[in-house]
């Protein structure tokens, strides 16, 4: 073992290095890629320097998430602390189930998800889980959104058209989930947006009312913290107004900007997040933990075993149910994931997590303000947000990252709203400082000038 380990810590060393070498990995075509790459499996095993050679290759060609060049996703950067938690679950390899097999790993577990529970305004009472990501997150709020409405649906399954309802700018998981629940994609009703992506109070209401007055089952509505284009925050405590005169589980997906919870400055964007039943936020997206490290937290603990417990004797052989996690799991066998943001939060506490969300707004602020002020830009996103959607010099934006990413030059994504595409920009690497942002546009509008520009006046 040790000896593997100063394998990995070489092979860390060069991570490091290509990052800092070449921030965007080359591009190889999925069409080249076996060729490119040796990625066999055969009868023999390779011998132990051609394998780390062979490591080293794959490194060099897989996309630096940790970079400052990287804006692509909702994820990025590396934090130590949380990445030292990480590995030293992954030396650990308990499972999460029980106590018996976890010890005080369980209490890390529910010491974050009591934290957690507190900053949402929950109960003391109130518990939670980790579960797999973030969409199987808004899963679990969603069976038990079903379960507290039908008290038999566990054992005699759907017996009536159960509707949900979510914002038409929320994550694709709720249709998907509703596919994997019973529910059925065509019980989801997408209600409209305003022009920030925010949804529309007054249409879920109407859309209640109209379901209610065919004699359908309305059961649960999904609010978003951060939408995944333009990072709108619904307005909860208005929705939680609707959801409480009609009896509905109200579940905030903050899987990409819940962490405003931290932060005294934005969790006004989650206003009324205490009047909800549920919650869940990623860790892994503004907190900059590896991944996976997604949380969803419930005020209704009893609710929660009831939908996800299940008596298993050759498990459950010590300690009670408050430390045996699996009874109130999605798996069974699951892997540590607390221990990354406890070990992140214990070494800089959450005022240092408040530090972290607030630059990433900040960084976005940058962006915003350098694409004002530059008139070859226009916005298209909104203050209060850490995406920043733009479009330079009418260049297609599917076509300009694309050429960023092939030939090596940035990892950003694009996006679109009401018919609009443009650029997403998103500024949740931890890594990222008021240099990276201005390199960025430097980058992106020497690439245009050089490589495009020519390309279209040819």
């Known amino acids: 073992m040790q000896k593997d380990l100063n394998i990995f810590i070489e092979l860390a060393e060069q991570l490091l290095l290509e990052e800092q070498k070449q921030p965007v990995a080359k591009h190889i075509p999925t069409s080249k890629l076996y060729n490119s790459l040796d990625l066999s499996l055969n009868d023999e095993g390779q011998v132990e320097d051609a394998l780390i050679e062979n490591l080293k290759g794959i490194i060099k060609s897989t996309p630096k998430t940790a970079s400052k060049s990287f804006f692509n996703q909702l994820f990025g950067g590396r934090i130590g602390k949380a990445t030292l938690g990480d590995l030293l679950a ?95 994609r065509e019980q989801v009703r997408l209600v ?37 284009v333009l990072g709108a925050f619904d307005d909860i405590e208005a929705i939680s107004k609707i959801c409480k005169s009609n009896n509905l589980w109200l579940h905030v997906d903050g899987a990409y900007c819940g962490s405003v919870i931290f932060s005294n400055t934005y969790k006004h964007l989650v206003k009324g997040l205490e009047h909800s039943d549920s919650f869940s936020v990623n860790a892994h997206k503004m907190l900059g933990t590896p991944l996976s490290c997604s949380i969803i937290v419930t005020k209704h603990p009893e609710q929660l075993h009831h939908s996800f417990s299940n008596e298993a004797d050759y498990l459950y052989q010590t300690d009670d149910d408050d ?28 005022n240092g997590l408040e530090k972290i969300v607030d630059k990433q707004f900040e960084m976005a602020q940058v962006a915003r303000d350098y694409i004002k002020n530059n008139k070859d830009y226009k916005l298209y996103s909104f203050d209060d947000s850490i995406s920043v959607c733009f479009n330079y010099k009418d260049i297609d934006p599917k076509e300009l990252c694309t050429a960023l990413y092939e030939d090596a030059q940035l990892m950003v994504g694009f996006g679109s709203y009401k018919n609009e595409q443009f650029v997403r920009m998103v500024t949740i690497n931890s890594v990222l400082e008021k240099e990276d942002i201005s390199a960025f546009f430097k980058t992106l509008e020497a690439y245009v000038d050089e490589k495009m520009l020519k390309i279209s006046t040819t």
């Not at 005699?156 to 998907?176: F, P, Q």
């Not at 109070?201 to 109209?210: F, Q, W, Y």
């Not at 430390?323 to 214990?346: E, H, M, P, V, Y």
């Open 90 to 184: 992954v030396m650990l390899n308990n499972s999460m189930y029980t106590y018996k097999v976890a010890g005080p790993q369980v209490g890390i577990e529910k010491q974050v998800l009591k934290n957690i529970c507190k900053l949402a305004g929950y109960p003391t009472k109130s518990d939670g889980t980790f579960a797999p990501g973030g969409s199987m997150s808004n899963m679990m709020a969603l069976i038990m959104a079903r379960d507290a409405k039908n008290k038999d649906v566990r054992a005699k399954g759907l017996s009536e058209k159960m509707i949900l309802y979510t914002s038409a700018e929320s994550h694709y998981s709720i249709a998907k989930n509703a596919a994997l629940t019973g529910i059925g």
């Open 192 to 228: 409209n947006t305003n022009e920030k992506g925010e949804m529309l109070a007054c249409h879920l209401e109407a859309l209640v009312k109209e379901d209610l007055n065919n004699n359908y089952l309305p059961f649960f509505v999904n609010a978003t913290a951060g939408t995944t």
């Open 323 to 350: 430390f045996n996690l699996g009874k109130t799991s999605l798996q069974c066998g699951r892997r540590n994931d607390a221990l990354k943001i406890w070990t992140l939060w214990k070494s800089v506490g959450t």
